[in-house]
């Protein structure tokens, strides 16, 4: 699969262990590229992403949401890498 130039977003949560897991933040992995010929591309596009969460309150659910950025460096392997390193 090639991931490069795209965004992942999953919304990732624990419900391992004994407590709730309500209290912890939904984690956004987003793939793009912050690097290279690109990186304006990526930049605005997490740009974005931030506002819109800025507009509704950082907050899904009751739950506050926390972006995870990677760099893909525009290459497939990498954004695989990257996007199986974000369970």
């Excluded at 659910?61 to 497939?76: F, H, L, Q, S, Y």
Aim: net charge negative; charged share 15%.
């Amino acid at each position: 699969m090639a991931y490069a130039g795209s965004t992942l977003a999953t919304a990732c949560s624990s419900s391992s262990g004994g407590g709730s897991s309500t209290n912890l933040p939904i984690r956004i992995g987003v793939l793009l590229p912050y690097s290279g010929i690109y990186a304006a591309l990526g930049d605005s596009i997490t740009a974005g992403l931030e506002m819109y969460l800025d507009e509704i309150g950082n907050q899904a659910g009751g739950r506050n949401i926390k972006i995870v950025a990677e760099d893909t460096e525009m290459k497939p392997d990498i954004a695989q890498q990257k996007g199986a390193q974000t369970d």
